[in-house]
């Protein structure tokens, strides 16, 4: 039965014989349909189009990829448009005399660990003539610093030119630093976070306090909350952000921003805080931030608030902490916090080193026999 068979070509239907070709006529027909859906195809394409309005042209202005916006509305410089017009590129005859001396202290002042003694002394004393030089400039070139800024490469040049910008101060210098700041975020460079944020409370005015005050508390720079806390406390207005020390005490990005917000309490709080101080201290595990908050508590001397570190100085199994109660007695001071240290010098339960800091902190206070 199989042999009777004819097997079918490989590549031909089983359902068309192997002799059959299609039309003349049934070929032409293909082709006019084919043409007739290409120029319709044309036609609707050609109506899709918009039609673009007399007297435009389509924008030029390019794309900015990736831009981030920080609480004050600075945008940084990664992601955008690489194209973008510095204020170097329009420098009057005067400003481009001050970027020579500038770039020749630049140059001058590069560091290098195989140079000798000599050279050391010149880089030292070329570094001091910039910062001569750059003390002496004002507001009106702050365009000149931030574009060097935007340009230098070197990492250690770019200090000079952050600190010649917090000393003028200006709005517009100080959005260069928050530029600056974001763009050191980005490319994770810490090192400079640091220095522009010191740069920036450097200026220690009116605009400075309120961008630290903004940023302390955003959370698109949470990871760097606890450097904007720490600036806040060197401010010469640190006792009008005690609102803020106080919402951080129990903030819990990390606990340094814990401990520099006790420390704003410690030097600019006052008797109304030390009771959210307290709550924040029974609520606390981390035993470096319960020795900052006894510092706090130390700083602003409330005696009502022996009870709860003499509670601190006998049960604490820390023994560091309890020497930080120790000392938090010894800045209260006062009949009770005598008392306390007393008890906590003659108690043979205590560690000795706690003893031993309990009987010099009442020589300290007079009462040493």
Partial sequence: MGSSMKSTPRFESPLRPANHRPESGYALGTILILVGLGVLGWIIASLWIPIQPSGETPSTRPEVVASSESPSGAKSRVGTNSKKVSALDSLSSEMVSTRKKIDDYFQKAQWDSAMDASTAHRVGRARDELEALLSTLGPEHVAL???????????????????????????????????????????????QVKHTIDALASADNDHSFELLSEYALSEDSIIHRYRFVGALTGSSRSSDALGIYSQLLTDESHFRVRQRAAYGMKISGSLSEIQSIERALQEEVNPYVRQSFLGAIGGIRDVRSIPRVNQILQEDEVLSTRISAVRALLRIEGTAAIEALQAARDDDSQPQRVRDAAHRALVKLGVGG
């Fill in 145 to 191: 610093l931030i574009g060097l800024l935007e340009e230098e490469p070197d990492f250690v040049n770019r200090r000079f030119l952050l600190r010649a910008l917090g000393r003028i101060g200006t709005e517009e210098a100080l959005a260069g630093l928050i530029e600056h700041y974001w763009w050191c975020s980005q490319e994770q460079k810490e090192s």
